[in-house]
């Protein structure tokens, strides 16, 4: 396999130097974080149908290979979702090797994997770095809702552009992202959050571009599912602010990695965790100052806003001695639900269906908080 594959290099991107020094045993650091997705390159082309095949079948065999030891190291820090590592596979072919995925959010994860390498393959790493570092500068996200707590009294807003979700279907036919965008920002939303999923929530990068060109202030939140560097520069170089890091798919190993290039570049990142587990492994990585606490299971798919305050009531105080903000996100729909948070420890909360469903989202605001947010 090594002849036809060729050297160990070859099939890895470059590491960095995190990766290089990481813990993880090496079969899985050579094809950790980011590689984990990507095609494994080959020397030369088949010469015979035969051979074909055989590459094929050795290519496949290879896949599998790292998808175990990739979801092996997953499982060790208790990630039940798993990577199948064969982007350019059909989802019929990974369903036969893996049988059909558990839940909604390993569905959007093998998706997303297929999506990553055709984007890698239309806009190449290198060209994105270097766009990526053309890009007008970020605006300060972590510094906008900070404030905006400050001159409100009530958590910060960061008002999300949601067009649909996997839960709830289409949740506005009448959607234009810069028209809403402006209205929340009218109405004293702190931040942004754009949704750019496609497949699932109907969002696109495009939509994040449009806002971002139309000159929008407040700070954006790319609210992508990240499971390669290449989206975090791709966010980046279309003018995001933040992008969102999910703690149920990325190993520790992949958050600081992550959480690296987020800071060379600027980016804000927002940590999400929807337990216990998630939240003592984000608490003992360094350099994370947002953790969002989603109240939604992103694999039952449900809302139980207890969970910001079952979670907070034993991490709090850690969370307040390293000066770090918490975002509650999801399924709040009025004044009340704000005050149960906000009495958890909540600075901001992230909101999309109870504003987005409104006629006016940007009025629907006062209505969210029981006052109106001051700029
Ligand atoms: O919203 C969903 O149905 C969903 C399903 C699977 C994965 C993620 C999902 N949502 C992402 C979010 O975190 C929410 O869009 C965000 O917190 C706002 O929630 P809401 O105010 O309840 O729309």
């Not at 079952?310 to 004044?335: M, Y």
């Amino acid at each position: 396999m090594e002849a036809l594959l060729g050297s160990p290099k070859l099939r890895a991107s470059p590491l960095s130097p995190a990766a290089a020094r990481s813990p993880l045993p090496s079969r899985v650091r050579a094809i950790a974080p980011a590689a984990a997705s990507r095609p494994r390159p080959l020397r030369s082309g088949p010469k015979s149908t035969v051979q074909a095949l055989a590459r094929d079948e050795m290519l496949n065999a290879a896949a599998l290979e790292d998808a175990k030891a990739v979801n092996d190291a997953a499982a060790s820090q208790g990630i039940r979702i798993r990577r199948h590592c064969r982007p350019t596979a059909s989802m019929k072919e990974v369903e036969e090797e893996m049988g059909a995925p558990r839940n909604i959010l390993e569905k959007i994860i093998w998706d997303k994997e297929i999506e990553v390498a055709q984007g890698l393959a239309r806009n190449p790493l290198k060209e994105v770095i270097e766009s990526a570092g053309k890009a007008p500068p970020t605006r300060d996200f972590y510094g906008a809702l900070a404030a905006a707590y400050k001159r409100n009294g009530v958590p910060a807003l960061i008002a999300e552009v949601k067009k649909a979700s996997p839960s709830r279907g289409v949740l506005r036919e009448n959607f234009d992202p810069v028209e809403i965008a402006r209205a929340y920002e009218k109405h004293g939303a702190a931040c942004l959050s754009i949704l750019t999923d496609e497949k699932y929530f109907q969002g696109s990068f495009e939509n994040l571009q449009k806002v971002r060109k139309a000159e929008v202030k407040c700070p954006l939140l790319c609210k992508e599912f990240v499971i390669d560097e290449w989206q975090i520069y791709y966010a980046r170089s279309i003018g995001a602010d933040a992008v969102l890091l999910i703690a149920a798919v990325l190993t520790d190993h992949d958050l600081k990695y992550f959480l690296q290039i987020c800071n060379k570049l600027g980016l804000t990142a927002l940590v999400e965790v929807h337990d216990e587990r998630e939240m003592e492994r984000v608490l003992k990585i360094d350099g994370v100052q947002l953790i969002g606490i989603n109240n939604r299971s992103l694999e039952t798919f449900i809302v139980d806003t207890s969970n910001t305050k079952t979670l907070l009531e034993k991490h709090g105080d850690a969370i307040r001695e390293k000066g770090i903000l918490v975002v509650g996100e999801s399924g709040l729909f009025n004044p009340d639900d704000v005050a149960y948070v906000q009495n958890a420890g909540v600075s901001a909360v992230l909101v999309g269906e109870s504003l987005v469903k409104q006629e006016d989202p940007g009025r629907a605001i006062a209505g969210l908080f029981g006052k109106e947010l001051l700029h």
